[in-house]
């Protein structure tokens, strides 16, 4: 059993002794506002933690959100990258290997040239992490709302 594999196992061990979704967050009788998720939250952070450490970590420099923009408009040589940027040639290669390892940028050796443009997969597992959990806080939202409207503390 490898490391990430015990980290889920632990993950889901958790989940099930706090019962969070069932009893609002382990405290029987209280008011859960959570409803019952048919994804467990916590094995889906566990799963995908370690890439989107690396994709997030790569988009917060402000110089390789840049270089994506630059590579969004198509695929383009190494060696115009650091035009628009005041940093050098070994600068702009350390950010690529940065968007390399997140995944975010593929990298293709033609001749002497290398290429660079966007890897779409990258992109569309980030799309998918954040749609999941924007459905989880539209719905504590909700959970929130319906309560306080039952409650007689929301007037509309």
């Not at 889901?12 to 048919?38: A, N």
């Not at 988009?59 to 383009?76: C, F, K, M, N, V």
Request: charge should be positive; charged fraction near 25%; proline fraction near 3%.
């Amino acid at each position: 059993m490898g490391r990430d594999d015990k980290e889920s196992l632990h993950a889901q061990r958790e989940f099930e002794l706090h019962g969070i979704f069932r009893t609002g967050f382990g405290h029987p009788g209280s008011c859960c506002l959570t409803r019952l998720s048919k994804y467990p939250i916590l094995n889906q952070m566990v799963m995908y933690s370690k890439q989107l450490d690396l994709v997030f970590g790569a988009l917060s420099d402000a110089t390789r959100r840049g270089i994506l923009e630059q590579l969004a408009q198509g695929e383009t040589r190494v060696g115009l990258l650091a035009a628009p940027y005041n940093i050098s040639q070994p600068a702009v290669s350390k950010h690529l290997r940065v968007l390399e390892r997140a995944g975010l940028v593929l990298c293709v050796k033609r001749g002497r040239e290398r290429y660079i443009k966007v890897n779409p997969k990258s992109v569309s597992s980030v799309k998918r992490w954040i749609n999941f959990y924007s459905q989880i806080w539209e719905q504590q939202f909700d959970a929130v709302e319906d309560y306080l409207k039952n409650h007689g503390k929301l007037n509309k």
